[in-house]
C-alpha cells in the first residue's frame, strides 16, 4: 500500500461522503493508508487528498436503480428468449418435414381456439377467391350488382304498391303431416292487415295483371296450359282451400323464427332428385344450387335478425305506426355468429350457391325490363306511387353487370327445363305442411320469385305478363337475397375486429403476465443481493471488532 504524506485529518462524518452502492461505508481500498476510505463524489482519498483513485467507481442513486433495472430486465429476457431459441435450433436440427408438421399443428391449435371463441374466418368459395365465372359472369360482379340493387331496392319495398302481398297461408297440407311446430308461436305468427290497412285499389281490383304490350307470346300462359306453372300464392285456390289474406311485408320480414325446418328441407331434396344419369348435367346442379341458395338466404337472414332485444309482442300498448316502424327497422333484433358459423359462415358452397341464386333473380329482372317498365305503381295513394315508380325506373335504368353478359342472359335450363319446373311445383305442395307461417310466407314468396326467374331460363323467350303480387315477389326476393349477400359481408368485417381486438386482449394478458414475471424476477433478485450485502455488513464488523480487540 502507499504511503500517505498528508497529515490525517478527522474522519468525515458525513455520509454522502463515504458511502458507496451499498449505502454504507464500504471500505473501499483507494490506495492510501490512511484508512478513512474514499470520498465517492470525487473518486479520490477521503481526508488527504493524494490522488488515488477509487477502487469502486462512484454511481448516483438514480443510475443505481436504473442500472438494478436493466439487470433484472435483461435476466427476464434471457429466461424468456433463451428457451425459444434452443427450440428453434432443435427444430433446425429436425427435417423441415417436421418443422411444417409443428406448424400445422400451432396453426390448427390456435385455429381451434378461435372457434370456440366464435373467431373464424368466413371461407368464401375458391369462386369468390379467385374471382372465377358463374355462366359467364364473375362472382365479384355479381357481388356488386349486390350492393347497386340494395339501396334502391330497401326504399322501394317500403312504399305500399311493393310492401302489401296477397297470400294464401292456409291451404292444407296435401302430404303426409310432420310432426314439427313451432317452438316459439310469437316468432312464427304473422300479423295479417286489417281492411282498412289494405291499399284501395287493391280492395277494387284484386287480380291486377301488368303485359307487355310489345311482346307476341307469353311464355307463362304457355307452362299455365302444360301445367307447369304453379299457382304458389294460392290466388285460385278452391273456397275450401283456404282463404286469401293480405300481408304488410314490412311488418313481417323475415327473421329467426327457432323453426329448424329439417323435415321440410329433407323433403325438398328428395321430392326434387333426379335419375343419376341426369345428375351429372349442368343444368340439374344449376337447379340444385338455385334450391340450396334459397336455403342459404335464409340462413343468413335468420343470422342477421336472430335474437330480440326487448320483449316485443303483437298488441302491445303502442301505436301501429310506431310498432311497424320500428319493426321494419329490425331495432328490435340482433345478430348471432353462432347461427352464422353453424349455417353458413364455415360452408363455402352454400355461400357459392347465394350468390348464383341471387344472380339468376337479377337475370330475370334484366330479362323482363320491358315488362317491369309497363307497371304504373298504382296503389291509390298519389304521392307514394310517384315515387315507386320512380324508383323502379331507378332499379330498371341502372347498368348491372348481370344484364350486360350475353352469355349470363342465354337460356339456362334449353334442354331440361320442362323437367326442372315439373319437380319445382312439388316445392309448392311441401310449403303448405310448414307449420311455421312466417316460414311459409316467406318460403311462397321466394319460390315465386324463383319461379319466374326458372320460366325466364328455359327459351329465348320471355313472359308477357305478370300479376302484381308477382312483381312483389319478385322485387322483394330480390331485396332478400341482395340483403343476405351483404350480410355475409358483414359478418366477414365483424369477425376481422373481433380476431384483431382476441389478438390484442391476447397480447394484453401476455404483457400483464410478463409484467408479474418480471416483477418477481425483480424482487426475487434485489432481496437477493440485500441478503448478500447484509452478509457482506456482518463481516466487516466482525473484521473491526476484531481489530478493535486486536
Known amino acids: 500500500m502507499n504511503t500517505c504524506t498528508t497529515p490525517k485529518l478527522a474522519k468525515v462524518k458525513s455520509p454522502e461522503d463515504s458511502v458507496c452502492d451499498c449505502g454504507c ?29 477509487c477502487a469502486q467507481k462512484y454511481r448516483p442513486p438514480r443510475a443505481r436503480r436504473y442500472s438494478r433495472v436493466v439487470g433484472n430486465m435483461k435476466i427476464a429476457l434471457m429466461s424468456f428468449f433463451v428457451p425459444l431459441l434452443l427450440f428453434g435450433m432443435f427444430l433446425k ?48 360482379d355479381i357481388e356488386k350488382d349486390a350492393y347497386t340493387v340494395y339501396p334502391i331496392l330497401k326504399e322501394l319495398i317500403q312504399k305500399d304498391y311493393f310492401r302489401v302481398f296477397k297470400v294464401n297461408l292456409h291451404i292444407p297440407c296435401k302430404l303426409q303431416k310432420l ?88 323433403m325438398i331434396y328428395r321430392e326434387n332428385c333426379f ?91 334484366c330479362r323482363l325490363k320491358s315488362l317491369f317498365s309497363q307497371c304504373t305503381c298504382s296503389s291509390g295513394c298519389v ?12 332499379l330498371l335504368d341502372n347498368s348491372y353487370n348481370a344484364c350486360s353478359s350475353e352469355e349470363f342472359l342465354e337460356p339456362l335450363f334449353p334442354i331440361h327445363g320442362k323437367e326442372i319446373l315439373s319437380k319445382f311445383m312439388n316445392i309448392a305442395n311441401i310449403l303448405d305442411c310448414v307449420p311455421c307461417v312466417k316460414c311459409r310466407l316467406h318460403g311462397k314468396l321466394k319460390t315465386t320469385a324463383l319461379q319466374i326467374a326458372l320460366v325466364e331460363g328455359v327459351s329465348n323467350e320471355h313472359i308477357g305478363s305478370l300479376e302484381r303480387n308477382e312483381l312483389t315477389a319478385l322485387i322483394n326476393a330480390l331485396y332478400y337475397f341482395a340483403d343476405s349477400i351483404l350480410i355475409v359481408n358483414k359478418f ?21 403476465f410478463f409484467l408479474i414475471v418480471y416483477s418477481v424476477i425483480f424482487i426475487t433478485v434485489r432481496n437477493y443481493k440485500k441478503k448478500k450485502e447484509k452478509k457482506k455488513e456482518k463481516e466487516k464488523k466482525k473484521e473491526k471488532e476484531k481489530q478493535k480487540l486486536n
Open 25 to 53: 461505508d464500504c471500505g473501499c481500498d483507494c490506495g492510501c493508508d490512511c484508512g478513512y476510505g474514499c470520498n465517492c463524489n470525487t473518486n479520490l482519498c477521503n481526508v488527504c487528498g493524494c490522488g488515488f483513485a
Open 93 to 140: 436440427m429436425k427435417e423441415s418435414t417436421h418443422l411444417m408438421s409443428y406448424g400445422d399443428k400451432v396453426k390448427k391449435t390456435f385455429n381451434d381456439m378461435l372457434l370456440y371463441f366464435n373467431i373464424f374466418d368466413v371461407k368464401f368459395p375458391t369462386s369468390y377467391i379467385n374471382n372465377e365465372k358463374i355462366l359467364g359472369l364473375n362472382v365479384r
Open 179 to 266: 310432426n314439427e311446430r313451432c317452438k316459439e308461436m310469437q316468432k312464427c305468427s304473422v300479423c295479417e292487415c286489417e281492411n282498412d290497412e289494405i291499399p284501395s285499389n287493391f280492395r277494387t281490383n284484386e287480380i291486377e295483371i301488368i303485359e307487355n304490350k310489345m311482346s307476341q307470346e307469353d311464355l307463362k300462359k304457355t307452362f299455365i296450359e302444360s301445367k307447369l306453372y304453379k299457382d304458389i300464392l294460392g290466388n285460385y285456390a278452391s273456397d275450401n282451400e283456404g282463404f286469401l289474406s293480405y300481408v304488410d311485408l314490412a311488418y313481417n320480414s323475415p327473421s329467426y323464427t327457432a323453426y329448424e325446418g329439417r323435415n321440410i328441407w329433407n
Open 275 to 365: 335419375p343419376k344419369e341426369q345428375n351429372e348435367c349442368e343444368e340439374m346442379n344449376s337447379f340444385y344450387k338455385i334450391i340450396s341458395g334459397m336455403q342459404s338466404s335464409i340462413a343468413a337472414l335468420s343470422s342477421e335478425y336472430h335474437n330480440l332485444k326487448n320483449d316485443f309482442v303483437f298488441g302491445d300498448m303502442q301505436s301501429q305506426n310506431i310498432l311497424k316502424n320500428d319493426y321494419f327497422k329490425k331495432l328490435n333484433y340482433d345478430y348471432d355468429i353462432s347461427f352464422f358459423k353453424e349455417k353458413l359462415g364455415l360452408h363455402p358452397d352454400r355461400i357459392e350457391n347465394l350468390y348464383f341464386t341471387f344472380a339468376i333473380l337479377l337475370r330475370a329482372l
Open 383 to 394: 304521392e307514394n306511387d310517384k315515387e315507386a315508380a320512380k324508383l323502379l325506373n331507378d
Open 492 to 512: 366477414a368485417e365483424r369477425l376481422k375486429l373481433k380476431r384483431t381486438l382476441f389478438i390484442f386482449y391476447c397480447m394484453s394478458i401476455g404483457f400483464f
